[in-house]
């Protein structure tokens, strides 16, 4: 799963190339362990929380930093990955820069905004009298 942002300018913003969600409990040694080290051999900078997040700490903003400087995501489903706040705050955000949205209040405020404009009554162009028989010119 990719994270790219369309961002205001047009090069990325990438530090990484890959973000890693896993759950440490399930695959840290194991799987996740194994995939980490065949990236770094390949020379792909990785992103993974070595630190193991305790239950009830607030995600630390490295960890938000990592995932939205990551150009990809790859996320292990382990048998509790979803069990795990953590997982799935790492999931929601992975899918919030992946779809652009980081701020889905804002997006949900331009929604309305558009649904209440587009409901008001107007004039539709098409209605014109001369809407199909004369050009719109344009003056120099």
């Known amino acids: 799963m990719t994270t ?3 961002s205001k300018s047009s090069t990325p913003t990438w530090k990484r190339w890959v973000f890693l969600s896993f759950r440490g409990e399930d695959t840290r040694t194991g799987f996740t362990d194994h995939l980490y080290h065949a990236l770094s051999q390949k020379a792909i900078d990785t992103f993974r929380d070595d ?3 305790k ?3 607030e995600i630390p903003p490295a960890l938000w930093k990592g995932i939205k400087e990551s150009r990809y ?3 292990v489903l382990s048998e509790k990955y979803a069990s795990s706040t ?3 705050k790492e999931l929601t955000k992975i899918v919030e820069c992946k779809n652009g949205k ?3 209040e804002e997006v949900n405020k331009w929604r309305e905004a558009l649904t ?3 409901n008001l009554p107007g004039w539709d162009l098409k209605h014109r009298p001369d809407y199909q028989t004369k050009p ?3 003056t120099r």
Do not use: F, H, Q, S
Request: hydrophobic share 40%.
């Open 73 to 75: 995501a790859i996320v």
């Open 4 to 6: 790219e942002k369309p």
């Open 116 to 118: 209440e404009v587009a």
């Open 86 to 88: 953590w997982c799935l």
């Open 55 to 57: 239950r009830g700490e």
């Open 51 to 53: 630190e193991g997040l």
């Open 136 to 138: 719109c010119e344009l």
């Open 102 to 104: 980081d701020n889905m």
